[in-house]
């Protein structure tokens, strides 16, 4: 199974777009399961392993978002939330152009999830992907269940492809990034399976995209999400090789000449997660759908910031990832991995001290007037 998730987009941006300090204030009920911890950690909400109620606060305004890829979930969930939903928002992905008959374009459109009406080639496809299979059974069954229901609700499904950006549950990023940083402790060459052009979707643009979507529905009475599938994402579409390039770049280690092979068995077949290449958002791009997403230079400049920044904030997943650049890239090299571990500990150790630094120094406004002076005090220093 593909490790895709809806990554959310740290605390305050998920609370922005789902919570009650949002204009159109979202109240959140979850359904009790022994995973119920897991999704106030802020994880992603697919590894919750279970569906989220937000309802609006007005009577018979409710909205409904699923990331699930079981479809007796979503049967279940349909059932006990009978005549209480106005909208159903289900998370999907590009993966399940992968369960579809091929196309002659190049990029995948949202008309383009067709299966093959053979039946041996139904199940191949639905052996090589059994994610893609799964979601898109789920989309099936949201369309056949409202076309049937005599409640008055709809759905919108989003297609999503390989996401990045803060708190990526798969580890992916963090890998390529640290494998990077840290090549001249590493000394090995950064290794691809494919020249694939595939898309790429940032998490913080879901959030916001959500937000748009509830606040249209909910607050302007638009009906123009109702019973839709779009793909979104990043207008770029790039290879692995373009995004690694990307990242050596923005971190400025274009001095290294870190050599990037092709190896199609390679142990690091991190990125794409898919076969068909790119999807095709120019639906979502219009301006009935609106969809904004940011450039994917940007995507990756912020989501570099935020796990540099994540080195010092999270040093067990650090650690883990220490550990699996360990058993994946240096087969166990004791002096590899001491020489590489040490450098890791000393980039975090400066990471701390440099935070703290900047946090000794902040800036008081005295107004005199005309006059405005700026003095610059210790934290501790009375004011």
């Not at 979707?201 to 607050?219: G, K, Q």
């Not at 390679?266 to 997403?293: C, H, M, Y």
Request: proline share 4%; with cysteine; glycine share 2%.
């Amino acid at each position: 199974m593909k490790a895709k998730r809806l990554l959310i987009a740290g605390e305050e941006e998920f609370k922005k777009a789902m919570f009650p300090e949002s204009p159109f204030g979202i109240a959140e009920n979850r359904f009790p399961t022994p995973d119920d911890a897991a999704l106030g950690a802020w994880y992603s909400l697919e590894k919750a392993q279970y569906p989220t109620y937000f309802a609006m606060r007005e009577k018979r305004k409710k909205a409904y978002m699923d990331c699930a890829y079981d479809s007796d979930v979503v049967k279940d969930a349909l059932k006990a939330l009978e005549g209480r939903i106005k909208l159903y928002v289900y998370i999907s992905t590009d993966s399940v152009y992968e369960v579809c008959l091929p196309t002659s374009n190049s990029l995948s459109s949202e008309i383009d999830s067709i299966r093959p009406t053979n039946t041996d080639e139904y199940e191949r496809l639905r052996r090589k992907d059994s994610y893609g299979h799964k979601k898109l059974k789920i989309e099936e069954y949201l369309s056949q269940w409202q076309s049937k229901s005599n409640d008055n609700w709809f759905y919108v499904i989003l297609r999503l492809p390989d996401v990045l950006g803060p708190r990526d549950s798969t580890d992916r990023w963090w890998f390529y990034q640290m494998w990077i940083q840290f090549y001249t402790s590493i000394q090995k060459t950064l290794e691809i399976s494919t020249n694939l052009r595939s898309s790429y979707v940032y998490v913080n643009d879901v959030a916001r995209y959500l937000t748009h979507i509830l606040s249209i529905t909910f607050l302007d009475s638009s009906t123009i999400f109702y019973n839709q599938i779009l793909n979104i994402g990043c207008t770029e579409i790039v290879s692995i090789n373009d995004l690694l390039s990307m990242i050596i770049d923005e971190l400025n280690l274009n001095i290294l000449h870190i050599p990037i092979k092709y190896n199609p068995n390679t142990e690091a077949d991190l990125f794409p997660s898919v076969t068909r290449g790119g999807i095709n958002i120019s639906k979502a791009l219009s301006n009935q759908f609106n969809w904004k997403p940011t450039p994917l230079k940007q995507v990756v400049r912020e989501t570099i910031q935020w796990y540099n920044d994540a080195y010092e904030h999270y040093p067990n997943e650090r650690s883990t990832m220490v550990k699996r650049i360990r058993r994946t890239l240096l087969n166990n090299d004791e002096n590899a991995y001491g020489k590489f571990l040490y450098d890791v500990n000393q980039y975090s150790t400066q990471t701390i001290l440099k935070r703290k630094r900047e946090e000794e120094k902040k800036i008081l406004i005295v107004d005199y007037g005309d006059n405005r002076q700026e003095k610059l005090f210790k934290h501790n220093d009375e004011i």
